[in-house]
């Protein structure tokens, strides 16, 4: 979703993440081996997300709630969704813009400019993360996820590879029953998904079109 707005997708072929081997910068033995490696990153990455703007794909998902009611599911640890409008937003894999507790995880502060540093801590007085799902550790919005997944009568995948777990798998509580539509120009292997429909756009093209369908089918008499 955020690529269109200038931010990288998570990683490329080569297993790394803007140069950085995954391991080093978004595990818990990464944060262990070099702390300020990781802060650095981070702040690089939350400096990057206060320059750029939502993209046109963000303000349709907010549009839409005029007439629907949305819930987004994002593995995107950017504000970008609610910068655009969207108010239902589940960060399955954290936020950015906030920090906690390395003591006690439901300590989140919410960060007012783009720079964590060694030494800033929490009530208790413990350094102060990232606000991330690091690989190695739990999802703990998987199941709410999975819930307004299994309640939903529309759902849309958007941008995504559905590769990473627990995520990609979301999409198998859904409804037989629901409409299902998939946007990417990428379009991976859908063939054991019941009833989803392909979009073979990027975000923000494929959002316009679905858009169209939903008026047309919804709204149009």
């Known amino acids: 979703m955020s690529a269109e707005s200038g931010i990288p997708t998570f990683r490329g072929g080569d297993g790394l993440w803007e140069n950085h081997r995954i391991e080093d910068v ?10 300020a490696l990781v802060l650095d990153f981070y702040n690089q990455r939350r400096k990057r997300i206060y320059e750029v703007e939502p993209n046109r794909g963000h303000f349709i998902l907010a549009e839409l709630e005029r007439n629907f009611e949305v819930n987004i599911i994002t593995q995107n640890i950017d504000n970008l969704h609610e910068r ?8 399955l894999h954290g936020e950015i813009t906030k920090a906690r507790s390395t003591v006690n995880p439901s300590l989140i502060y919410e960060l007012k400019h783009w720079e964590l540093k060694e030494g800033d801590k929490c009530a208790l007085g413990s350094q102060l993360r990232p606000h991330i799902v690091w690989f190695g550790e739990a999802v703990p919005m998987i199941e709410p996820a999975a819930l307004i997944t299994q309640r939903a009568d529309i759902v849309v995948v958007v941008g995504t590879s559905l590769q990473v777990y627990p995520a990609a798998g979301l999409i198998q509580y859904a409804s037989r ?15 054991g998904i019941n009833n989803i429909k392909k979009i073979e756009k990027g975000a923000s093209e494929g959002l316009d079109e679905l858009r169209e369908i939903l008026t047309n089918n919804y709204f149009c008499e």
């Open 26 to 35: 978004a595990s818990p033995e990464g944060w262990r081996k070099d702390r």
């Open 84 to 91: 655009a409008g969207s108010s239902n937003v589940l960060h």
């Open 177 to 191: 029953n629901s409409e299902k539509y998939i946007i990417d120009p990428y379009i991976p292997d859908i063939s």
